[in-house]
């Protein structure tokens, strides 16, 4: 998985998914915002692939 290239950003908490005809969910990419989560998730639907995209917030782990 690759990360978006925000100077300076902090980790990714966005990630694009490519889902599968079988609904396999498959992380692509991590992004520091979510517009540009978004805007890349459409990119890549404007490419007329036969998978379906989707972005969704990075949870981390539960607190103790």
């Not at 396999?24 to 540009?36: G, T």
Request: charge should be positive; glycine fraction near 8%; aromatic fraction near 8%.
């Amino acid at each position: 998985m690759t990360r978006s290239t925000d100077s300076g950003a902090q980790p990714g908490r966005w990630l694009l998914y490519r889902i599968d005809d079988n609904g396999n969910e498959v992380a692509m990419r991590r992004f520091a915002k979510r517009a540009d989560a978004e805007a890349a998730m459409r990119d890549y639907e404007a490419r007329g692939h036969k998978q379906a995209y989707l972005v969704r917030e990075e949870r981390g782990p539960p607190s103790p």
